[in-house]
């Protein structure tokens, strides 16, 4: 199908979504504070505290099994001068972005669907490290967000999404070529309209439009290629949301892996088996993070 054509199906089907919601001013401005010179610790633990529920969130998190304090840390301030501004703002981001999804459950259940963004922000990120890539924190972020096109789906056209997912029982497939055969559209182009709507930075939108053709992409075709990487073994790791009833891919096959080792050309003597059994260490603990962030705020 046209790309141009299903650009303007997504584009049409998310003016329609009426109750569509914002990202909450506090993580874009979080975003634009920390990339200040000069900015102080107080101005931006004042910014946080002004969102009580966003601090609460931040305490929660910074005492999650991903940050490891050794003791427990009990106000902001003490979050910000034991993370730094990079990691705070990936704190901060992270809990704004997880708040426009309460109560928003859909054909996709929540936590898993957060399981695997988490797990694909995890990842990213050591895939960032391990080539090299200079904006790990960034790797992250984009990671969390790149499937936002498919909760709104799986909310805001629950029957299509159904019968989507009806008609695939048993059998291998992957999600984002149903979703053009049965929608005209899919979660990539979706995701772009919306992160556009969000005013996102364009890295950031090029990685959700285009994480499932990173060859596609022209501004950072490295990013693309860490995120769909980061994707697929989660995918295999069990931390997907149950979108892709297939359990196995072959890194040579893929585009991604190319591409990234162009990028960074020791990856070739990479150990994949070991690779894997790495990120098998690091499953209990985003499945732990997750909890941790969505207790009582209304995911199963
Ligand atoms: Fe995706
Ligand atoms: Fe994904």
Not at 187 to 215: M, Q, S, T
Not at 259 to 279: G, H, M, Q, S, T
Request: glycine share 6%.
């Amino acid at each position: 199908m046209e790309k141009a054509a299903m650009m303007q199906t997504a584009q049409a089907m998310v003016e329609s979504f009426v109750d569509l919601p914002t990202i909450p001013q506090v993580a874009t401005r979080v975003i634009e504070l920390l990339d200040k010179p000069g900015v102080e610790l107080d101005e931006v633990a004042d910014m946080i505290l002004a969102d009580q529920v966003l601090a609460a969130r931040v305490i929660k998190m910074v005492n999650s099994p991903l940050y490891q304090p050794s003791h427990e840390i009990k106000s902001v301030k003490r979050a910000l001068i034991y993370l730094g501004f990079r990691h705070i703002r990936e704190l901060a981001f992270t809990c704004s972005f997880v708040d426009v999804f309460q109560g928003r459950d859909g054909i996709i259940d929540l936590k898993s669907f957060w399981e695997h963004s988490f797990g694909v922000g995890v990842v990213s990120k050591i895939i960032a490290q391990r080539v090299r890539y200079p904006d790990t924190e960034k790797a992250y972020l984009v990671g969390i967000v790149h499937d936002i096109g498919e909760v709104f789906l799986s909310y805001y056209r629950q029957n299509d999404f159904r019968s989507l997912l009806d008609s695939v029982q048993g059998q291998p497939f992957r999600l984002v070529e149903k979703e053009v055969q049965f929608l005209g559209t899919s979660h990539n182009e979706i995701g772009l309209c919306i992160a556009k709507k969000w005013n996102f930075p364009a890295d950031y939108c090029e990685v959700i439009g285009l994480h499932h053709a990173p060859d596609e992409a022209t501004l950072d075709p490295t990013l693309c290629a860490i995120v769909n990487l980061a994707d697929l073994f989660c995918c295999v790791r069990q931390l997907d949301y149950g979108g892709n009833s297939w359990v196995s891919f072959n890194l040579a096959e893929e585009r991604a892996w190319a591409i990234l080792k162009e990028y960074a050309p020791n990856l070739a003597a990479l150990d994949v088996e070991r690779f894997c059994y790495e990120l098998d260490d690091r499953v209990p603990e985003i499945e732990d993070m997750v909890r941790s962030i969505f207790q009582g705020i209304g995911a199963k």
